[in-house]
């Protein structure tokens, strides 16, 4: 959701032919706080004859609708809550006011349908598009695409207003929640429209009949008009093709382990894609095929850094159409040991998505995340991040209420998106104990259009034992693959990074050679550690002509020697003095005595 | 009477001297230098699983640094009780040590040698803080092949200092990291003030 890659950027990077860092003005999607889920926030909510908001309402009590909407959601009206919401509304405007225009329109009208000098008409990439003061924007009978998976915003410094029947198309990995349109005068949207988006306008928004909205009409200060349309706040994705397309995704992953007395956490470390800010856990889109994509972050010299996943150990990689790619970044503190070994925590994420395949065409889906904790210490400060669905809401599991992921607790967290296209959703979650970070991936696949049903594979690994001390030792890895899906996977694969041969020990039940649902396939491998180390293993499995992957991080604490005490010294002036002295009365003693004699 | 007294005292000393010379020199030697050669059974087994992986450096045998006129055998080390890492009983020997990687394979290889020993006799590293950027150090391993490693740095740290960075490195290079004393001498602890550790890395070819 946060995806911030511009592709006009990369475009020019690729016309120079230069791939080192470069200035980047992404556009980034703001927290909307309170408001996020609220399909209608207004001071007075006028409906014409009817409407249906799927999602939260709020008004004032003297600006309530005449005609009762229907509302999927809760209506708020002007209690704590509308306040709260009316400023978030307020501080993501200052935040999409405040961003950088990655492009300015000439000074005049502009009909966004029409405009030849952005690019390709009727054709937007991710980034931030100004009009200049007092320019109005529109979009005409022709409408518009919004195309990359990354962040759209029109900061528009007049009116806004679309023809009637327009619409806004999304596509390759594009997201509703993902456009924001802020007009500083007053929006109007025409007829039989369908429209993306977030609109923040207090100067009104008026929506024109039979009107399909996704996103959100945010207007605390003025006033939302309707008029039998349905506006739906839930995330709408469209897919990044798998095939003949010219895009393909990286999702940049970090894990941070403190075993040294560091403190840094996972944004400590500022991610870039050739120079481009990302966040851990996004996925971003890039124009594929394409060689040499490298990976950086902002260096801290007490933190040693390695890479894994699909990443090389120099974090670069390649991109084919519809790769869907994980680089996995490891920042290892580098300071004093601590007294005791933290033993890093662990968890598993898994995630299935229901139905797996809208055969019909464009629907809504229901992801369902599983996250448990196959570790020994409880995990505290978990967050999960889904690059194209949100919000991602915490159902059930945590039993004791103390937020933090037992070791005898499951979370079950959901979220809800309207699919157009074919779309791979990919949620990473991640959380801490003793200074450690945990991580998991799981992405899922739902077909649209087609009947056919998409496999999952899911991963996890266990480390015994999780530390060891000073020097190293052995440690047995036991990986754990199952199919959360519905169709057997065959050809399934594990590999590890770090070690190898991974053996194959029971699952099979029915001897087939597929991995099917009901079944558990049991791997380990076995290798000496010598240091603090993060392993990736990766499992596939493919079924219906499409491949699952999935990825299992573990870290494992290694205790590091103290340097050797190599002098020998403070003897030597010891024996000189006490030889001295020795000598001294030898001859003393003869002296005296030849004076005797 | 008296000069009988004087000379018994006189006798007395010198013949205590001699007696007791040897005792006082065994007590000040560190005792560090001399106690950790025998690695624990448990280590001992992480190094036969290791002697099982394939293909590996053969094992060290000999280091040489021409600039500083060492060309001395190699001792096997693992940890002090304390999890520090082992010394040479000789302090003419320089140690490998042998829970780590072998000179030449990815990672941070560790030889550690004495310095100080007696006046005027000189310890295996005396002279290793006159390694510049640059010299050479080779290793014969015990096939015979030679493996050359050229100076990157000197760092002089703390006796207690972090020494992750001795010992992890990342990436698939070789190094070998070359660890000595130097400073104070302090009786009471009987230990320099500082470690010296020389960087050096893999020639490439």
């Known amino acids: 959701m ?35 889920t609220f399909g209608v926030l207004s001071s007075t909510f006028t409906v014409v004859t009817s409407t249906t908001v799927n999602g939260d309402v709020g008004y004032t009590v003297a600006g309530a609708p005449t005609t009762p909407p229907t509302v999927n959601g809760t209506i708020y009206p002007e209690d704590a809550t509308w306040t709260n919401a009316g400023t978030a509304q307020g501080t993501a405007l200052t935040n999409l006011n405040n961003q950088t225009c990655t492009y300015t329109f000439p000074d005049t009208a502009i009909n966004l349908s029409t405009d030849t000098t952005h690019g390709t008409v009727g054709v937007y990439t991710p980034g931030v598009y100004c009009t200049r003061a007092t320019r109005a924007a529109s979009i005409g009978t022709a409408g518009i695409t919004l195309t990359g998976s990354g962040t759209f915003i029109f900061i528009i410094n007049g009116a806004f207003t679309s023809a009637p029947g327009a619409v806004v198309t999304l596509a390759n990995g594009a997201s509703s929640c993902d456009v924001f349109w802020a007009p500083t005068a007053a929006t109007t949207l025409g007829a039989n429209n369908t429209f993306v988006g977030t609109i923040i306008d207090d100067a009104g928004i008026t929506v024109g009949a039979n009107t399909t909205w996704t996103g959100r009409a945010l207007a605390y200060g003025g006033t939302v008009t309707t008029d039998t349309d349905t506006i739906t706040r839930a995330c709408s994705v469209s897919a990044v093709a798998s095939s003949g397309s010219s895009w393909a995704t990286i999702n940049v992953v970090k894990t941070v382990i403190n075993d040294n007395g560091g403190t840094k956490k996972v944004s400590d470390f500022p991610l870039f894609v050739n120079g481009s800010s990302v966040i851990s856990g996004m996925t971003n889109s890039f124009p594929a095929p394409a060689a040499a994509f490298t990976i950086t972050e902002t260096n801290d010299s007490n933190y040693a850094r390695t890479f894994s996943g699909d990443c090389d150990i120099n974090g670069q990689l390649n991109l084919n159409p519809g790769d869907n790619r994980f680089c996995i970044v490891t920042n290892n503190d580098i300071g004093a040991p601590l007294p005791v070994l933290p033993v890093p925590p662990l968890m598993a994420l898994v995630k299935t998505a229901n139905p797996l395949a809208l055969p019909a065409g464009p629907g809504s889906v229901t992801y369902t995340y599983t996250l448990r904790n196959i570790g020994t210490v409880p995990v505290t400060d978990i967050t999960i991040v889904g690059d194209t669905c949100s919000p991602i809401v915490l159902i059930s599991g945590d039993t004791n209420g103390d937020g933090k992921l037992d070791l005898n607790e499951t979370w ?43 496999p999952l594979i899911n991963i996890t690994k266990v480390p015994t034992p999780f530390t060891l001390p000073v020097g190293g030792g052995m440690v047995t890895y036991v990986k754990t693959v199952t199919n959360p899906g519905t169709v057997a996977l065959s050809n399934v694969r594990v590999t590890d990074n770090q070690c190898s041969p991974i ?16 079944e558990t396939w049991m791997y380990t491998c076995r290798t000496n550690l010598m240091q603090t180390t993060t392993n990736t293993a990766v499992a596939t499995g493919e079924a219906n002509g499409m491949t699952a992957r ?12 103290g340097l050797p005490n190599t002098g020998i010294g403070g003897t030597s002036w010891w024996i000189i003095v006490l030889t001295g002295i020795a000598g001294l009365a030898f001859l003393f003693y003869r002296a005296r005595r030849k004076q005797i004699i | 009477m008296q000069r009988n007294l004087l000379k018994r005292i006189l006798l007395t000393t010198v013949l205590s001297g001699f007696v007791f010379s040897p005792a006082i020199l065994f007590y000040f030697y560190p005792k560090n230098t001399i ?62 040590y042998e829970l780590g990687p072998r000179p030449g394979e990815k990672g941070n290889a560790i030889i550690t040698g004495h310095f100080g020993w007696k006046n005027g006799i000189s310890a295996v590293f005396d002279d290793l803080y006159k390694l510049t950027k640059g010299d050479k150090i080779y290793i014969e391993d015990e096939t015979g092949t030679t493996t050359t490693f050229v100076v990157r740095e000197s760092r002089r740290y703390v006796p207690k200092a972090d ?9 698939e290079n070789s190094h070998l990291n070359l660890i000595t004393c130097e400073g104070v001498w302090n009786k009471d602890q009987k230990s320099y003030s500082k470690r010296l550790v020389v960087f050096t890395d893999k020639e490439i070819k």
């Open chain 1, 550 to 561: 999935d990825f299992a991080i573990a870290n494992v604490v290694v205790g590091i020697p």
């Open chain 2, 35 to 96: 106690q950790e050669s025998k690695p624990i059974l448990l280590i001992k087994k992480a190094i036969d699983s290791l002697k099982k992986e394939q293909p590996r450096q053969g094992l060290p045998i000999r280091l040489k640094i021409p600039k500083i006129n060492v060309d001395t055998a190699l001792e096997y080390v693992g940890l002090t009780p304390e999890g520090d890492i082992g010394v040479p009983t000789d302090p003419f020997n320089a140690a490998w």
């Open chain 2, 163 to 171: 020494a992750s960075y001795v010992f992890i490195s990342n990436g």
């Open chain 1, 412 to 454: 079950v967290h959901t979220c809800q998106a309207k699919l157009t296209e074919t779309h791979t959703n990919t949620a990473v979650a991640t959380g801490w104990a003793n200074g450690i970070s945990t991580v998991d991936i799981a992405s899922a696949t739902v077909i649209v259009g087609k009947a056919i049903v998409p």
């Open chain 1, 2 to 36: 946060f995806n911030k890659i511009s592709v006009p950027m990369f475009a020019a990077v690729f016309a120079l032919g230069f791939m080192g860092p470069i200035a980047t003005f992404a556009a980034t999607t703001p927290s909307l706080g309170v408001a996020n």
């Open chain 1, 503 to 518: 053996s194959y020990i029971t699952g099979d039940t029915n001897g087939d050679s597929k991995l099917d649902s009901s």
